[in-house]
């Protein structure tokens, strides 16, 4: 019988009282049980919506299908043959404002947790299961990639799959973009971003880490102007010089914030001492997770 309930089952999370003493994983992830009772919510509608509002066209109705059969495997499959880093998506992807915005079931209650359905086939895969590093048979063709941030990984994912031989090149120390550096562990762990990476290498992609395109390496190295040839990248974008002004302007604008802080602690403070009701400055998931760590820290 078709699960009813209007509300997504909450999603796991560690108690306030050990999570305030460490940066970890706040959410726990969905169980079996849970994945495949909040699966049985989906009503697989025929012209499926969410998939509309998914940027990726992600199967979902038939992903969900699969955990609603305990097939979790399968489910996880289904969804890396439009999305290449699911675990990642499955955490961060606003989905409320996307493929759940167009749930059939959100008309009438909350919609399916479609998201944290992804993030719970691909933490199955990666932990029980298996993912596949299998591609496409040689094409010859080279691809360069510049920088390794969502964009540039799912890129380098498609294009190994379809049998690419795929260079990454990345500007800092450690590939991942704003996945590693702009998105706190206790929203996606770092571990989670280079489980990906790992993938991507068992694959075939090659990173080339501290290699800034127009400083370091130029349209004029035979080997990155053969890929430029090969149509895998513009000559301009090959060419375009690194901007020292902009870790300048982030500079000062780290020092705008932190001074805002500071005089917003104070006033916190002081209100509380007065017992006043306390304002939020907080209003998107970044601001919360920047909320949040000020939070711990006090």
């Not at 998201?115 to 990666?126: K, N, Q, S, T, V």
């Not at 004029?220 to 870790?247: C, F, H, I, R």
């Not at 302007?249 to 009701?277: H, N, P, T």
């Amino acid at each position: 019988m078709q699960n009813m309930i209007f509300k997504k089952p909450p999603m796991p999370e560690q108690q306030p009282d050990i999570r305030a003493t460490n940066f970890k994983e706040v959410a726990l992830g969905y169980t079996r049980e849970i994945a495949m009772e909040e699966a049985d919510r989906c009503l697989h509608c025929k012209n499926a919506p969410c998939v509309k509002g998914c940027p990726v066209n992600v199967p979902i109705p038939d992903f969900i299908a699969h955990i609603k059969k305990g097939e979790f495997q399968e489910a996880y499959e289904t969804i890396r043959l439009q999305n290449g880093l699911p675990a990642i998506c499955g955490r961060v992807c606003p989905q409320e404002t996307q493929c759940e915005s167009k749930c059939v079931r959100g008309i009438k209650g909350e919609p399916v947790g479609i998201g944290r359905l992804e993030r719970f086939a691909a933490d199955y895969a990666m932990t029980e299961g298996t993912v596949s590093a299998e591609t496409a048979a040689p094409t010859g063709k080279k691809a360069a990639v510049v920088g390794s941030g969502p964009a540039g990984l799912t890129c380098a994912a498609d294009l190994a799959r379809a049998g690419w031989d795929v260079t990454v090149y990345e500007a800092l120390h450690t590939p991942g973009g704003v996945l590693m550096y702009g998105i706190p562990e206790f929203r996606l762990p770092k571990a989670i971003v280079q489980q990906e990476i790992d993938g991507l290498k068992k694959m075939g992609v090659d990173f080339e880490c501290n290699m800034v395109i127009g400083k370091v390496l130029t349209n004029t190295n035979p080997e990155l102007a053969q890929k430029v040839a090969e149509g895998a990248m513009t000559e301009a974008e090959a060419s375009v010089s690194y901007d020292y002004t902009w870790p300048l302007v982030m500079l000062a604008c780290l020092g705008v914030a932190a001074l805002f802080i500071g005089l917003y602690l104070k006033v916190v403070d002081r209100k509380k001492k007065l017992g006043l009701e306390l304002p939020s400055i907080a209003a998107d998931k970044t601001e919360v997770d920047e909320s949040e760590m000020v939070a711990e820290d006090l």
